[in-house]
């Protein structure tokens, strides 16, 4: 039994020693100290013993345990003193490396533009309004009295889901006169900016996406006075105290009468120069006083009310302000251009 004991002892001993890692040493231990264990084995010889031998082998079996017992505890925390080891070298950090500086963007030009003319209209008691760039023909035309027919309904200009021509993206925020008077409680005092789609070819002031500021007034007693009252003001603010404007008579199918507002050209004084192309005025914006077939269209008596909207392109605006020449920069998103600004 003594000599069982001593195979048992240099046995478990060597294959401790060898595990790497905690679960074969787990297995060890049941292994050797189980229940179904290889020294539960040996003790089971007990019965064969003489009396006198019996506590003697008793005390070695208990001695064999806790040297089993210590070489698993010392093997475990050789391992796992190891394995912290590792854990530390993979995780070095070098604190002295200097760091990677964070590249701050900021807001895109044209998007400072919009924010400034927003402030101007929320400080007139303008909501700001937003509506689907992917839009019913009836919203982008018929509503807004252009029928079936109409040149700018053409599939050369206009980007069609359907080949029924009923749904597309819009052309214009005009559309978002309509949703206006077809949802809001009136009076109505809204702008809405947002992307507009044409088929046109990409050139230094042409774009097929590019973006508009619609507004628009509906109350009771409004007159076109009261729009080139607005929109002086407004372009006072954007361009400073003194702006020289002229309305122009143009014709819009939606607005009755429309017109089209002209600045003094701010570089030259209305000489002409090459930032008016010569003309001494630059053209701003279309508006007029919404179409009482509009009005109507939308449940609202035009015997009743009145109001004006208008329509304004904000690229063109951006340009102007930070005297960009070409389109073409605003979408390209080089930041070596952005960075300007
Ligand atoms: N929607 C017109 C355009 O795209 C502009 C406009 C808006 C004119 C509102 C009158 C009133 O040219």
Known sequence: MKEMMQALREASIKAILNADDAESLENLR?????????????????????????????????????????????RRNELSAAMLE??????????????????????????????????????????????PEVELADY???????????????WTDTFYFTEDSRILLRTQTSPMQIHAMETRELPIRIIAPGRVYRKDEVDATHSPMFHQIEGMVIDKGVTMADLKATL??????????????????????FTEPSCELDIQCHK????????????????????????????????????????????????RLAMGEYKITDLRLIFENDVRFLEQF
Not at 47 to 58: D, H, I, N, Q, T
């Open 30 to 74: 049941v292994k050797y100290l189980g229940k179904k264990g290889e020294l539960t084995a040996i003790l089971r010889q007990m019965g064969k013993l003489s009396a006198e031998e019996r506590p003697v082998m008793g005390q070695l079996a208990n001695q064999l345990r806790s040297e089993i017992e210590n070489a698993i505890d010392q």
């Open 268 to 315: 030259c004084g209305g000489k002409g120069c090459s930032t008016c192309k010569g003309e001494g005025w630059i053209e701003v914006l279309g508006a007029g006083m919404v179409h009482p077939k509009v009005l109507a269209g939308c449940g609202i008596d035009p015997d009743v009310y009145s109001g004006w909207a208008f329509g304004m392109g904000l690229e």
């Open 140 to 154: 982008n035309f018929t509503k807004l009295n252009i029928d079936e027919g109409h040149p700018s309904r053409e």
């Open 86 to 131: 590792k854990k530390l070298e993979r995780e070095t950090l070098d604190v002295t490396l200097p760091g990677e500086k964070p590249h701050m963007g900021h807001k895109h030009p044209m998007y400072n533009v919009l924010d400034q003319i927003k402030d101007i209209f929320i400080g007139m008691g303008f909501e700001i309004v937003d509506g």
């Open 232 to 253: 002086n003001l407004v372009v006072e603010k954007i361009y400073g105290k003194g702006t020289v404007t002229r309305f122009r008579p143009h014709h819009f199918p």
